[in-house]
Structures are given as structure tokens and as C-alpha cells.
């Protein structure tokens, strides 16, 4: 059977994405120019997570760190 593909970057505003990373079945976590956003839903809906970034809201990289 094929694989489709969908857009799921409604809500990004056309950021330059630089990673992501998936956890689990539902996390999506997406560094981009404007910061970190975080989706919970399957990438249907982000939201900005950048509570600590005091220098540059432009995150290259991303890694999961223990089970949180």
C-alpha cells in the first residue's frame, strides 16, 4: 500500500525549521528561528516553549534527556 504525506505546519508561519524530534506517539518538539515550539497533538497545534533562552531564541539542536 502507498504512504501519503500531510502538511502539519499550519501554525508555524513559515519558520525555518533547523530539528525536530518526536517522543512517544503524540510529542513533537521543533527548534526553529523564533524558538522552541511544542506540540502534544500531533503537530495539529505548537506552542512556543522558550522559558530560559536568554541569548538567542534560535535553537539548532535538539535531544530528549532522561524520561521527561
Not at 8 to 29: G, H, P, Q, W
Not at 39 to 62: I, Q
Request: net charge negative; proline share 0%.
Amino acid at each position: 500500500s502507498a504512504i501519503s504525506w500531510s502538511a502539519v505546519n499550519v501554525n508555524f508561519n513559515n519558520l525555518r525549521t533547523y530539528s525536530m524530534i518526536t517522543k512517544d506517539a503524540t510529542l513533537v518538539v521543533a527548534a526553529t528561528e523564533k524558538g522552541v515550539f511544542v506540540s502534544t497533538d500531533l503537530a495539529s497545534t505548537y506552542t512556543a516553549s522558550n522559558n530560559g533562552l536568554t541569548d538567542s531564541l534560535r535553537v539548532n539542536d535538539l535531544s530528549f534527556f532522561g524520561n521527561t
